[in-house]
């Protein structure tokens, strides 16, 4: 059973408009989220982190929300630009883990000029 | 400013033959990670080490093979090589003691592995 869930394989955003992401979790021990984006050929890129003290983080375009009684973690990008069409993952850890991330299976974004 | 860097980028292999993945990481990081990404199953941790000299298993260990005996390198061999390990292997690293709990692993771009 998937520990982390993102439920849209992929989304369709128009350049300028908000792009919004969504991923939940089923362990409520996990205290550590965050965000990556990856491009065709490359490796993951670290994009935003939260931690479960906070309920927002914010990076320029890039926020973060996370829900911890829904258990669920939203990405906004606003906003979108066609450069921002990538597959994004979301992936968790809890303390003491050895930083041993848990990921979800990515949504792809397409960011439509 | 390197970063994670994987080689061979990509390798064709028969089955049954062996090969060494190379990781090197120039972050000082102490954690290293090695995934497997195939389509449709998101990022798995094949094994990870906590620091030099020391591995550990992680999700889908079977047919593989690590060590750290540099802490700035992560091998990741196949002793005989099988189609079902046709997959693209990415390595990470993380964890620089002194800047606090919460670090991003860092990953390389990848090496992507067929088997015949």
């Known amino acids: 059973d998937q520990q982390v869930k993102q439920n849209s394989p992929s989304l369709s955003v128009q350049e300028g408009r908000i792009s919004i992401l969504n991923c939940d979790y089923t362990n409520s021990m996990f205290d550590y989220f965050l965000w990556y984006k990856k491009y065709p050929a490359e490796g993951p890129t670290f994009l935003i982190s939260?931690?479960?003290i906070k309920d927002k983080n914010e990076d320029g375009r890039f926020t973060v929300f996370l829900n911890k009684s829904a258990k669920h973690l939203s990405l906004h990008i606003v906003p979108s630009q066609p450069g921002d069409s990538a597959v994004y993952f979301c992936?968790?850890?809890?303390?003491?883990?050895?930083?041993?991330?848990?990921w979800g299976l990515g949504t792809s974004l397409a960011v439509n000029p | 400013n390197a970063g994670v860097t994987q080689t061979p980028k990509f390798r064709v292999l028969k089955t049954g033959q062996s090969m060494t993945l190379l990781c090197a990481q120039d972050m000082n990081h102490e954690y290293m990670y090695w995934y497997r990404q195939d389509p449709g199953m998101g990022l798995r941790l094949i094994h990870y080490s906590v620091g030099e000299g020391t591995t550990a298993k992680g999700e889908v260990p079977d047919g593989y093979n690590v060590s750290r005996l540099k802490k700035q390198n992560f091998l990741l061999g196949l002793e005989s090589a099988a189609p079902s390990q046709t997959s693209v292997y990415f390595c990470?690293?993380?964890?620089?003691?002194?800047?606090?709990?919460?670090?991003?692993?860092?990953f390389g771009d990848g090496t992507r592995l067929s088997i015949l």
């Open positions: 990470a690293s993380s964890y620089s003691p002194g800047q606090g709990g919460n670090q991003p692993q860092h």
């Open positions: 939260i931690s479960s």
């Open positions: 992936a968790t850890a809890s303390a003491g883990n050895n930083r041993k991330l848990i």
